[in-house]
């Protein structure tokens, strides 16, 4: 696609369920980033990968979420037994090259809304 | 923390020069200042970057002090659709996917 995608847009879910974020990468960018923001806060680090491999991992807050990416592409952001702390915009961005999403070839999604009730 | 400070909101009037400052007087020899801002409920959009010259591009101008404690993003003429968070960030080039990014500056052009 033409820019990177997240689905879906906006999430509501009820406290303790597991949820999935998705996002789709532009295409042949082999370096993905999630990060979270809450509400008029600035971005949060939450996962790096390269490819199929999670360098650093260090950002996630807890060992309810994790995430995974196959085929160096898509990539899955899993929250396990949701709390209210976790609603947030959770962004994704992808660049053609490592080291970070702060150069000119990095292009964030929009996010994914969730909301924990 | 974040490693830089920034006014929490400016207003700036239409078709005038919107000049936004930053400072980051801890900012290290091998850290680049990178602008990127964020318009309501859309992902951060890179604006411009750089080392201790000023730079210029399409969208922006940036001019670093002499010391490079401090910065200012400036918008030559501000349309009612540069209404954003603006976000100004020390990093190293590489290995910049950790850094901590702090609440910005809400900028508001007024027609």
């Known amino acids: 696609g033409a820019g990177v995608s997240q689905s879906p847009s906006n999430k509501v879910t009820e406290k303790g369920k597991d949820v999935e974020l998705r996002c789709d990468p532009i295409?042949?960018?082999?370096?993905l980033y999630w990060y979270r923001q809450s509400l008029g806060q600035g971005l949060e680090f939450l996962i790096y990968f390269q490819g199929n491999s999670a360098p650093d991992k260090s950002g996630l807050p807890s060992d309810r979420f994790s995430a995974e990416r196959t085929g160096g592409s898509v990539s899955t952001l899993t929250i396990q037994r949701t709390q209210q702390e976790d609603s947030a915009v959770y962004l994704c961005?992808?660049?053609?090259?490592?080291?970070?999403?702060?150069?000119?070839?990095?292009?964030f999604g929009q996010g994914t809304r969730l909301t924990v009730v | 923390d974040a490693k830089t400070t920034q006014p929490t909101s400016m207003d700036c009037a239409e078709g005038r020069a919107a000049n936004l400052p930053c400072n980051h007087s801890?900012?290290?020899?091998?850290?680049?200042v990178y602008w990127y801002r964020q318009i309501h409920s859309q992902g951060p959009q890179y604006i411009i970057h750089g080392l201790k010259n000023n730079e210029t591009n399409e969208m922006a101008s940036l001019i670093i002090t002499e010391d490079r404690k401090s910065s200012t993003l400036i918008l030559p003429h501000a349309t009612l659709r540069d209404t954003a968070v603006y976000y100004c960030i020390v990093s190293p080039r590489d290995s910049n996917y950790q850094l901590i990014w702090g609440a910005g500056t809400k900028l508001i052009i007024k027609p």
């Open positions: 801890t900012i290290s020899g091998n850290e680049y």
């Open positions: 961005a992808s660049s053609l090259r490592t080291g970070g999403p702060l150069n000119t070839e990095a292009f």
């Open positions: 295409s042949g960018h082999t370096a």
